[in-house]
């Protein structure tokens, strides 16, 4: 089975630019999650995903973080602009039931 | 609300020791879920080991094994016969079980010694 993917795995930006991450969940698995991990610090959900709807957004910086889930698949999570502290890695995961969630590699973005 | 402590940030063991690293949280629920998540460096999050509120029993995964005290509302992991492979950061999680969002710890970072 595969796992969760994502691309890219590293992206260095400068501040006020926009970036885009992408992320393939597991086959099947109806919920999708994206975490912002800081340096030193556990994972933070920023969105939750059940198929093609929001479940929670509570802890999105909407005002520069937008996230969507094209036809319950693949989701894209955009920043823009970007602030110096948006460095961070983010992670992707899915889960078929609300309980193990299954993680991708994370895409590490520097912001300079 | 709901949080997950791990109060000990750093760990060291010997190859082939065993090592307990400890997680509290904090519910007034009865029926959530526990895991135990290891992230080795620059490497993906995997899952360790979960354990149901419902049951009694530790659950155990190989070398490791958990110490389910629900009354004390701790959760902590054993590893046994540590291997150098062990050498992660360890996040111990938790979810309601009609719940949505995993709650995790600070992480505890653990570094086994040849």
């Known amino acids: 089975e595969a796992g969760v993917a994502q691309s890219p795995r590293y992206k260095i930006i400068e501040k006020r630019q926009s970036v885009a991450f992408w992320c393939n969940p597991i086959?099947?698995?109806?919920?999708l999650y994206w975490y912002q991990q800081i340096l030193g610090q556990g994972p933070k959900l920023l969105i939750q995903f059940q198929n093609n709807g929001v479940v929670d957004d509570s802890q999105l910086p909407k005002d520069r973080f937008s996230a969507e889930r094209l036809k319950g698949v693949d989701s894209t999570l955009k920043i823009q602009p970007a602030k110096l502290e948006d460095s961070a890695v983010y992670l992707c995961?899915?889960?078929?039931?609300?309980?193990?969630?299954?993680f991708g590699p994370g895409t590490r973005l520097t912001v300079t | 609300a709901q949080t997950v402590t791990q109060s000990q940030p750093e760990m060291s063991v010997q190859e082939a020791e065993t090592v307990t690293l400890s997680c509290t949280y904090d519910?007034?629920?009865?029926?959530?879920?526990l895991f135990w998540y290891k992230q080795p460096p620059s490497r993906q999050m995997i899952l360790v080991i979960r354990?149901?509120?419902?049951?009694?029993q530790n659950a155990t995964e190989n070398r490791f094994s958990v110490n389910f005290q629900k009354a004390a509302k701790s959760f902590s992991l054993k590893i046994s016969d540590s291997q150098l492979g062990d050498t992660a950061m360890y996040f111990c999680a938790f979810i309601y079980n009609t719940g949505n969002q995993f709650y995790f710890g600070t992480g505890t970072s653990l570094t086994v010694i040849p």
């Open positions: 086959s099947g698995h109806a919920t």
């Open positions: 354990q149901e509120a419902y049951k009694q």
């Open positions: 995961a899915s889960s078929w039931y609300n309980y193990e969630q299954y």
């Open positions: 519910t007034s629920e009865s029926n959530y879920y």
